[in-house]
């Protein structure tokens, strides 16, 4: 074995994490930072990285680590000014701001050199004086940008970033060098930082801009790769862990629970089973919402708790509908059991509603969950394919942690022919189908389980009416055929559910 390798190893440091000052990136970075290196943190402008670096110097400060800000691009008033914004003091906090009265006196600066040869050795020395002046534990470098265009070509810039780094780490400093993307070519920092954490701000065409932070690089620990969302907001950034549901695997009793409606159960073949999902689909105004309303409701007579997430009705109007229905939820608000969101799928990222759902069941003890619409999640993701991806490991969690889902999905048109933006059924335990058809001059709904892969259901069509009880599911439709497409033929022998008087026209 080599001596001077064993030496090495011998005399090394052991090493130890920081945290970030952020749960979600620490739980992304699976424990934080390894302490005493250099990182990378690149993001275009208005991406969050000085309010990130700020976050890591805070999480220090509350530790008893001493923090340094070295600033090229702001001016320490403006840094005091985004920290005031999320409600921060600096205080304890060193900033050094890199303004030079003889770089901007071009008349002082007499020398043989370029301008730009003194200005960066300049600028290097005073980082140097100062680090060693302060002697931090963590250190933030904003930005790389004017120390690039202070070197002028790569050689001499990559020769001065290896310079810090050496400096940095024989100090026992952890360091977060912060860079705009203004050179997309450079490569250099990726290869001289132990880590490199790209922040993404994404503009859409409607809507707030969505933000999303990805782990290129970070050596010698395991993390999560790929996307994950963030927001930055009043009070810092919050990040979101892309959600890995065989990472919650969890042991439940998968008990058989009624829905409110015997004849529901009937046809689901014994109830809602626990760590299952249901799919109600159907058009807009069958009777979607209320069957899955009267599904919760059950939970929460048996003294469960409940969320309802609305991305398509108000919740005023939700509200007032069920109450006219016999399903009023006012005393399950009151009393804390259930929770009744309305989402805005402009303004939400998809990581930041899986991470909503996480600590409502984690958190919150939420054991019944129900999604309505799924049409308005959809317009919350890219594309259909990232929407299936998504839905998959979300559904995965739920199910694993012993939770109730009902997801509502909507159909285009009343009658006749359907369709759906997306289809979802396969990722669905169980999938109850509602259709309007018409009979006797009439607009009447119907109501079938097409789909249960815990219980055996039943195969039969039967008819649904909205009354002030809620539902109620009539005899099975023997006389009629094609019922299911909206346009039926009547060969008789079935008897309708007679108009309940209380029922909404």
Known sequence: MDSTATTRRATRKPTHRLSTGISGLDDILCGGLTAERVYLVEGSPGSGKTTLGLQFLLDGRARGERGLYITLS?????????????????????????????VLDPDAQQSILHPAEVELGET????????????????????????????????????????????????????????????????????ISHGVISLEQIA??????????????????????????????????????????????????????????????????????????????????????????????????????????????GLGT?????????????????????NVRHIDSAELSPGEFAQMLRDAVETGGVTFLAIDSLNAYLQAMPGEHYLTLQMHELLA?????????????????????????????????????????????????????????TTSHALTIHELRLHSGGIGIGAPLAGFDGVLTGLPSYRGGTQMMATDPDAPA
């Open 124 to 191: 290097t020395r005073g980082v140097l004086d100062r680090v060693d002046q302060v002697q931090p534990a963590r250190v933030v470098f904003d930005s790389l940008s004017e120390f690039r265009l202070l070197a002028q070509n790569p050689l001499r810039y990559r020769r001065q970033i290896l310079a810090l780094k050496q400096f940095f780490t024989a100090r026992a400093c952890t360091v977060l060098l912060l860079d705009d993307k203004s050179s997309q070519s450079d490569q250099h920092l990726h290869s």
């Open 204 to 313: 859409q065409e409607f809507g707030k801009e969505r933000r999303r932070v990805n782990i290129i690089k970070m050596r010698g620990i395991a993390y999560r790769g790929g996307y994950h969302d963030y927001v930055l907001e009043t009070g810092g950034i919050r990040m979101f862990p892309r959600l890995v549901a065989a990472e919650h695997a969890s042991t439940f009793e998968p008990a058989a629970h009624t829905t409110g409606s015997g004849e529901l159960d009937a046809l689901l073949g014994g109830g809602l089973i626990a760590g299952t999902n249901t799919l109600i689909v159907g058009p807009s105004g069958v009777g979607k919402s209320t069957v899955t309303v009267r599904c919760m409701l059950a939970a929460l007579e048996r003294g469960e708790k409940a969320a309802f997430y609305l991305f398509d009705e």
């Open 397 to 453: 969690y739920l199910n694993q942690k012993g939770v109730t889902t009902m997801l509502v999905l909507g159909e285009h048109g009343l009658v006749g022919d359907m369709q759906r933006d997306v289809d979802l059924s396969y990722l669905s335990d169980a999938t109850v189908l509602l259709r309007f058809f018409e009979a006797a001059g009439k607009l009447r709904r119907a109501i079938t389980v097409v789909k249960n892969r």
């Open 74 to 102: 702001e001016t320490a008033d403006e840094l005091d000014a985004v920290a005031e914004s999320h409600g921060w003091s600096l205080d304890g906090i060193d900033v050094f701001e890199l303004a030079d009265e003889t």
């Open 318 to 338: 939700f509200m007032a509908r069920n109450t006219a229905l016999g399903m009023d939820l006012r005393p399950y608000l009151a009393s804390g059991h259930v």
